[in-house]
């Protein structure tokens, strides 16, 4: 019998549609090679795109899709043609909703040169920068973007509350994570990012934090680190956070923007939003590119697709189980951007200094997956 994976694309809005046919494109030629596996693909619409056919920016038949399958394609969200809707009808509201409705509590979003030449676009200087290598674990269920909201003309609040359990598993993600060996073959560091010396909901998510770490985990060495000093020093010296950046839902946020940042493009930085321990068994989870909508490179067909891309390689490695084709891909990828056959610069989109289109990006890292790692203009 055919082994079935269930997938649900939605592709968002702006650059969402035009980075999700690449990943999509991609995704059938790793299917080719895999016979053995059938996977059904569904569409549902989110975001901007939801709220104008639906009124909503996500509906519930959507939200059901999404559960029942093994996993999410998703593409960002948002424009300004939906920046007056009322705070809950914000296309944003769709992907909240979503990863509530999958229970994706933790978000994995890893930071490092994805190709070695890429070391050349950082705004830092190489010395300060090479040999980046960091994840940041997310929570991505609590904290003040889902605590409850009060909005009037003169004054706004958003509740931002964490409880033991949430801490705990987010703990656990970070931890199984962190056992993975580097290419030393030792254990990462973690290090907690939050702001104990002010926020309530700070100080509970690091004395829970180190409670689980020393009842569960004594093996492994967590430090912390003030989440405003760690947005410093990831500029100043971003090598020295090394490891799993375990940390809440908002300087999450902000601190995966600061990678894109260092290693030169947002374009870049995948991300994986799952629902359980990793190595435990296949994840259920929602797989998108850190960046957002890109409205003001949208249209132009310019949008760098492989953020979009390396979330599928979390897809094929959390989701269904297929870590070969996870790294087969990964090194396409890298082997494009690498590839220096192409106005000197690799095959690459304009946010890398390149002048390929999306589309030529993900045709080649498809030609290179087909071809099994041959340079292609080599
Ligand atoms: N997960 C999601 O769907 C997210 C949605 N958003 C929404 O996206 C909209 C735009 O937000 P911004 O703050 O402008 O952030 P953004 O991430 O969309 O763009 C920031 C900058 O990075 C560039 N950029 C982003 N992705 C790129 C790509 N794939 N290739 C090349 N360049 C890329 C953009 O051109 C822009 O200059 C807003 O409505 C925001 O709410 C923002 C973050 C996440
Ligand atoms: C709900 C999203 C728009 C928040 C965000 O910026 C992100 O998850 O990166
Ligand atoms: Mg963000």
């Known amino acids: 019998m055919a082994n079935r994976k269930k997938l649900l694309v939605l592709s968002g809005d702006h650059v969402g549609p035009e980075i999700i046919k690449e990943a999509i494109k991609v995704l059938d030629v790793v299917a080719e090679f895999r016979p053995d596996i059938e996977i059904d693909i569904e569409y549902g619409l989110i975001g901007g795109t939801s709220l104008n056919a639906y009124g909503l920016p996500i509906s519930d038949q959507t939200l059901e899709k999404a559960a029942s399958s093994d996993a999410v394609l998703l593409g960002s969200v948002g424009g300004p043609e939906w920046e007056h809707f009322p705070g809950h009808l914000r296309p944003e509201i769709g992907i909240l909703k979503l990863r509530a409705r999958l229970n994706a509590f933790a978000n994995i979003r890893p930071c490092r040169f994805f190709a070695t030449s890429l070391i050349n676009r950082s705004p830092l200087k190489p010395e300060i920068v090479a040999g980046v290598n960091f994840i940041i674990v997310r929570e991505n269920c609590g904290g003040a973007y889902f605590g409850s909201k009060d909005e009037r003309e003169e004054i706004g609040s958003d509740l931002w509350v964490y409880r033991r359990a949430e801490i705990e598993r987010c703990a656990r993600v970070s931890a199984a994570l962190a056992m993975q060996p580097s290419h030393s073959g030792e254990k990462h560091i973690v290090w907690n990012a939050d702001k104990a010396n002010v926020l309530a909901s700070s100080r509970i998510w690091r004395r829970i934090t180190h409670e689980t770490f020393s009842r569960e985990f004594p093996e492994l060495e967590l430090q912390d680190q003030l989440a405003d000093s760690m947005a410093m020093l990831l500029v100043k010296s971003p090598t020295k956070f090394n ?136």
């Not at 947002?266 to 957002?292: D, N, R, T």
């Open 243 to 378: 490891g799993i950046i375990h940390t809440d839902n908002t300087f999450g946020d902000i601190l995966s923007d600061i990678s894109g940042g260092l290693i030169g493009s947002l374009g870049v930085l995948p991300s994986a939003s799952i629902s359980s321990v990793p190595g435990q068994g296949p994840c259920k989870g929602i797989y998108e590119a850190v960046h957002g909508s890109a409205p003001d490179i949208s249209g132009k067909g310019i949008a760098n697709p492989v953020g979009q891309i390396l979330s599928l390689v979390l897809l094929l490695r959390f989701s269904f189980e297929m870590s070969d084709e996870a790294t087969r891909l990964e090194n396409a990828i890298q082997v494009v951007l690498d590839s220096s056959e192409y106005q000197g610069l690799g095959i690459r989109t304009p946010d890398l200094g390149g002048s390929a289109s999306t589309k030529e990006v993900g045709d080649a890292i498809c030609a290179v997956y087909r071809s099994g790692f041959q340079t292609i203009y080599g």
